[in-house]
């Protein structure tokens, strides 16, 4: 393999829904931490990266985010968190660039009371 032949050096991040890698561009962060579920790259905590709705419905099915996050969050706080994702969603896929900085600063709190998350023993 020659250097042309590998990915260029834009960081790739999987998705949790359907497991594929892609550039970070294309791709909307989830994160849990003391203030709760957040979507923004800058979004303190432990991150989920998601490409598409259908994604974080599968994510949301298979308790990926539980696994990613490594803490138990509400099953209604995650669904509410589709609404953010949703918006994050159509920003990244309309630019089809990465997300504006003030889209990046930005950052949805979802319906989780902080310390809400609980590890999960295991």
């Known amino acids: 393999m020659t250097t042309s032949d590998t990915r260029s050096a834009a960081p790739y991040r999987t998705c949790i829904g359907c497991r594929q890698s ?13 203030q709760g579920a957040r979507v923004g790259r800058r979004a303190a905590g432990r991150g989920a990266w998601l490409c598409s709705m259908a994604c974080f419905h599968t994510a949301l099915r298979r308790n990926a985010f ?42 949805s709190i979802v319906g989780v009371a902080p310390g809400a998350p609980t590890s999960r023993k295991g």
């Open 22 to 34: 892609r550039p970070q561009a294309e791709l909307v962060r989830c994160a849990v931490g003391p």
């Open 66 to 107: 539980e696994r990613s996050w490594k803490c138990s969050v509400p099953q209604d706080a995650l669904r509410d968190l589709g609404d953010s994702v949703a918006v994050a969603l159509a920003e990244v896929h309309t630019t089809d660039t990465h997300m504006t900085e003030a889209g990046m600063r930005e950052s």
